[in-house]
Nanobody, 121 residues
Framework: QVQLVESGGGLVQPGGSLRLSCVAS????????MGWYRQTAGKQRELVAT???????NYADSVKGRFTISRDNTKNTVYLQMNSLKPEDTAVYYC???????????????WGKGTLVTVSS
């Protein structure tokens, strides 16, 4: 199995910054794409940013130019640097990875439990 643990959420003022981290652990054979998603009450979970094993990135239009996703493969960790935060960025942020467990012959998605980001004056 693969476990994902997020950290770095909290309360920040509009225009401020936060850095989220997500560490993957467990019986990992390989990790392909990793990413961040967010969800607020009454809305479905939406993609924020993804990064492939080769470093290719993809961002939601709403965060382009403000957020930066990166990863450290030696630490099985993905990061999300969030700058110029807006109240509309308030949400629970979930880490996601497409990974292959050493117990299975195929890759599948794994999810963290989420970390709350609140942007408010």
């Amino acid at each position: 199995q693969v476990q994902l643990v997020e950290s770095g959420g909290g309360l920040v003022q509009p225009g401020g910054s936060l850095r989220l981290s997500c560490v993957a652990s467990g019986s990992i054979f390989s990790i392909n794409t990793m990413g961040w998603y967010r969800q607020t009450a009454g809305k479905q979970r939406e993609l924020v940013a993804t990064i492939s094993s080769g470093g290719s990135t993809n961002y939601a239009d709403s965060v382009k130019g403000r957020f930066t996703i990166s990863r450290d493969n030696t630490k099985n960790t993905v990061y999300l640097q969030m700058n110029s935060l807006k109240p509309e960025d308030t949400a629970v942020y979930y880490c996601n990875s497409e990974a292959r467990s050493s117990r299975y012959a195929y890759a599948m998605p794994y999810w963290g439990k989420g970390t709350l980001v609140t942007v408010s004056s």
